[in-house]
């Protein structure tokens, strides 16, 4: 069995009365890419705010990198890498000089710096100033600053937040690299494409509760309907239908129109991750 990276058992996070979180459970192996969605508020940000050690569980524990969140602190803190939203870069200085003083800031030596530029695919842009960066650039200095002491798990919150398509698709290049060379990354996102895409699993929160947790294939498959566009000739004109396979009222409609003669063309749609999620969870993302 491949080794479990971060495992949380009935983690749970109350603030006074809101319970935020309500006793989840769930693991993730070294190298995956596990993506948490939910609405606003639903409670991942609280998840992985336990999860890297900055707020206690008011119940349940979880372990990531094998130490316990609580009592391990130090160590955890020693083997995961955090990128949130407060960039706390610096503008005037170049990516280079924004790692080096990162490396002097947490004891970790300067030549580490090419390796992480080469990690995200930034040297060639290294000593350029900050300033003059896209949002996926900076991004990309945000996750080489957290590599920089060499983390075994990777907390990414909303990493495509504010890009455009194209940087969101070269971020999440480097986010399957890193996941190819053994990083375990556990990322939040509000863009289902995006968790399908680049998630081996991902997890639907709701109101602190895992309502959902397999690969986005497996979820397409159990809970996506699977449903034919038929585009039919109707008094001589073309005419396009939804039919839904999983009702047999539907099908005998379409057995009908096909024994009519009726039937030009028909195109299986697949379900997406989005639809899932709104049977699952009720409503759409944001
Ligand atoms: N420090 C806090 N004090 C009081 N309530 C909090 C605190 N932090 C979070 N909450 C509440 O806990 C719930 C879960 O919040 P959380 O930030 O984890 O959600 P989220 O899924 O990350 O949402 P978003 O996508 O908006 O970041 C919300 O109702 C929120 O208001």
Not at 31 to 47: D, M, V
Not at 163 to 188: N, V, W
Not at 264 to 271: M, T
């Amino acid at each position: 069995m491949s080794e479990l990276m971060i495992e949380a058992f009935e983690l749970s996070r109350t603030f006074g009365a809101k319970e935020a979180v309500k006793g989840i459970n769930f693991s993730v192996r070294r190298g995956e890419i596990f993506g948490f969605l939910g609405h606003n508020g639903a409670g991942k940000t609280t998840t992985i705010r336990m999860l890297t050690g900055q707020i206690d569980p008011t119940g349940g524990r979880a372990q990531v990198a094998g130490y316990d969140v609580v009592r391990q602190n130090r160590e955890l803190k020693q083997h995961i890498g955090v990128v949130f939203e407060d960039p706390n870069l610096y503008e005037r200085l170049s990516a280079r000089r924004n790692l080096e003083f990162a490396c002097w800031l947490y004891d970790v030596p300067v030549s580490r710096v090419d390796e992480v530029l080469e990690l995200v695919k930034l040297r060639d842009r290294a000593k350029e100033p900050l300033r003059t960066f896209s949002n996926g650039m900076r991004q990309r200095v945000m996750i080489a600053r957290a590599l920089l002491h060499r983390p075994e798990v990777l907390f990414l919150d909303e990493p495509s937040r504010g890009l455009d398509p194209i940087t969101a698709r070269d971020l999440r290049r480097t986010i399957a690299r890193l996941s190819q060379e053994g990083m375990t990354i556990l990322l939040t996102t509000h863009m289902m494409e995006e968790a399908d895409q680049l998630c081996h699993r991902v997890a639907f929160i709701a109101n602190g509760q895992l309502v959902a947790n397999d690969t986005p294939r497996n979820l397409k498959l159990q809970h996506g309907e699977r449903t034919m566009t038929v585009t039919l000739s109707e008094a001589g004109s073309l005419v396009e239908k939804l039919i839904h396979m999983d009702q047999p009222a539907e099908q005998a409609v379409l057995m009908q129109w096909m024994a009519e003669g009726k039937v030009l063309a028909v195109h299986s749609n697949e379900a997406t991750l989005e639809d899932v999620f709104v049977k699952i969870a009720g409503t759409r993302l944001a």
